[in-house]
């Protein structure tokens, strides 16, 4: 366990955290794209070079982009004047998290000494994925590829639907 | 002694219960959209973890779960931006609270 890992962790950490937080949905979004490529960071070091760089791609350059789009689209980035940010019912929430989070640590508690130590880093080259891809795995490809086209036409449908009706 | 594995699976549990109480605790649709995207990464941090500390890290089945799960939230996060612009559009609102009725 390297400084670097516990460095990178704690970015993480904090970005989410300050993504959950922040009164600001422009400063909630810059948060997440912290979280993001610090998540990209801890693929890389776990030796995923080509999973961390399409987090990168995806998550950093694409979906940061689109919450960024929302916000704009949808004029939230003003705190509303009444009440606060959170729901009704936060402390629900914030203890049904907290219940989750206690389940996950004592499964990890348990199960330490199980755990892996040290193992051989497995140089795996982008080669390996694209054979991969196309052999052993090239139907789940194909069904991602259609997945990915049906939801973004979905998603332009979805957003421009209502305009159209006022327009007719 | 933690071994680097059980120290990744920790940063995952923390993401995925700030991701999780993220999504239930805020007002706005938007934040609870970063909350779910955050359990996912939550959840690609647990697979590549595993794929990299595991008997064969070779066969590449984590790093490929990984990949096509974030393909998959990459179009979940499209649709769940497209609907809250139309929901926008239709109350004026991106307020959880405020929508509680399923009829239009």
Partial sequence: MGIAFWIVAALTIAGSLAAVLFRNLVHCALALTVAFAGLALLFLQLDAQFAGFVQILVYVGAVAILVVFAILLTRSSETPKDGGVFSTTWLAGLVIAAAIFAVLGWALLQSLAGLAQQSATPSVTVQQIGNALMGRYVLPLEIVASLLTAALIGAVIVALHEKKQEAE | ?104
């Fill in chain 2, 1 to 104: 002694m933690m071994t680097p594995l059980a120290g990744y699976l920790l940063v995952a549990a923390l993401l995925f219960a700030i991701g999780l109480a993220g999504a239930l605790t805020r007002r706005n649709a938007i934040i609870v959209l970063i909350g779910i995207e955050l359990m996912l990464n939550a959840a690609n941090l647990n697979l590549i973890a595993f794929w990299r500390y595991g008997p064969h890290p070779e066969a590449l089945t984590g790093m490929m779960f990984a990949i096509f799960s974030i393909a998959v939230a990459a179009a979940e996060a499209a649709v769940g931006l497209g609907l809250v612009i139309s929901i926008h559009r239709h109350a004026q609102t991106t307020d959880l609270d405020q929508m509680n009725r399923m009829k239009g």
